[in-house]
């Protein structure tokens, strides 16, 4: 009498312990849409030096640019990367209004072909 009295105690701590665990790993994040490559923060700080870099290296790092835009005898070249997260709560239900979308954008100015300039922009929102 005394053994299932204890089988029918453990078997309940069990079953809390496994529902406290299954609400606490519950959540995912799924990726709504990618658009560009990524752009590391640190990538840029390391891969681009004014006065040194060189279009060639820019794009060795960074891949394809975006879009190039000439003016005045200087080049811009932009990357620009966006992705947009939704929470999944037990792999079926969204919550549209807890969306995140990541984005960056990296802006390179060249005079010939060595970097002048670049301005990178982060935000998560």
């Keep these: 009498m005394m053994k299932t009295g204890m089988i029918s105690r453990?078997?309940?701590?069990?079953?809390?312990?496994?529902?406290?665990?299954?609400?606490?790993s519950a959540m995912t994040r799924?990726?709504?849409?990618v658009e560009g490559a990524r752009i590391e923060r640190q990538a840029v700080i390391d891969g681009i030096k004014?006065?040194?870099?060189t279009r060639q290296m820019v794009i060795d790092a960074f891949g394809p640019p975006t879009s190039v835009n000439s003016d005045d005898g200087s080049e811009?070249?932009?990357?620009?990367?966006?992705?947009?997260?939704v929470p999944v709560y037990f792999g079926v239900v969204e919550n549209e209004a807890a969306r995140t979308?990541?984005?960056?954008?990296?802006e390179v100015i060249f005079k010939?072909?060595?970097v002048s300039s670049f301005r990178y922009r982060a935000s998560e929102k």
């Design 10 to 24: 453990t078997a309940v701590v069990l079953a809390v312990m496994l529902a406290v665990a299954g609400c606490s």
């Design 30 to 33: 799924k990726t709504e849409s």
């Design 50 to 53: 004014p006065g040194e870099t």
């Design 76 to 85: 811009k070249i932009i990357y620009e990367f966006k992705e947009k997260k």
């Design 101 to 106: 979308e990541t984005s960056a954008t990296l």
């Design 112 to 114: 010939g072909d060595i």
